[in-house]
């Protein structure tokens, strides 16, 4: 789904929260109550609030994104974003291409095809399912992959409660749910665990963005074909031009710039558990833009797969600290 949650790996975070205390100021004149608390939490409060704009800009781009299936097909939407996305971060970042080894191009090529598959399969599931119910499905991936590395028993807790959340999501079973469409959504969960993986390997090798820009050119070169195929022409109707330079620019340009400046201050641990608030974010996009209705047994089962991930994070947070 959305490469910026994801784009800033487990060393770059880290890099962040390490620069933050290094940089972080003794207690001064005006810093409340002479311990550096009151500034501390002021300074903290403006880069949650950009990782949640970029949250919301992620989500609300996945919507416009949905609205703009019928004119485009789901192929056609994910060939826009990521070709339009590529070319303002190459604009942008304008990675170097020479001196790399070969290693770090394969490094490169598998990450972006991890974020085109993840992009193909969120995209088909989203055109079968709600945007929460998909989001929910997901996340899945990541909190899966984060049980798996932890090895700790708590942490097979999580896992059943984020099992629980989608027995309710499901309904019991997969019959009020599209199945197709929510498999589509699991794989995308299973794709988006192995971007993660590969977009660590990316950012120890690339400074900066340029990984990330190179990756989002790799994935558009692949998607590009499917697009075309199902689309044709219409992707070059100026109105679909349009919408779709709006989904790249939300779901991808944006939330990275916001993430990129609230890591300069925000901490890792902090900035993980933001990221799992995303199915209600989500949710609450479809229902503002795309009048997709949420039960209380669904907002139910979107409470329990967040909670679930919060407390993988955590868990996964206090383990480091021992």
Partial sequence: MDETRTSVVTGELEAAAA???AESPGPGPGSGDGTGRGTRSHRTLGPVALVVAGALSVQFGASIAVLLMPRAGALGVVTLRLVLAALVLLVVCRPKLRGHSRADWGTVVAFGAAMAAMNVLFYQAVDRIPLGAAVTFEVLGPLALSVIVSRRLVNLV???LALGGV?????GG?????????LFALSAGAMWATYIVFSARTGRRFPQADG???????????SLPLGIAESGSTLLVPSTL???LAVALMSSVLPYTLELLALRRLPAPTFAVLMSLEPAIAATAGFLVLH?????????????VIAASMGAVRTQVARKAQ
């Fill in 292 to 304: 997709q209705d949420l039960s209380m047994v669904d907002a139910l089962a979107i409470a329990l």
């Fill in 212 to 222: 990330l820009a190179l990756a989002m050119a790799v994935g558009a070169v692949l």
């Fill in 19 to 21: 620069l933050d205390a």
């Fill in 242 to 244: 349009g919408l779709g």
């Fill in 167 to 171: 027995v309710l999501l499901s309904g």
């Fill in 158 to 160: 999580w896992a059943g």
């Fill in 174 to 182: 997969f019959d009020r749910l599209d199945p197709v469409g929510a």
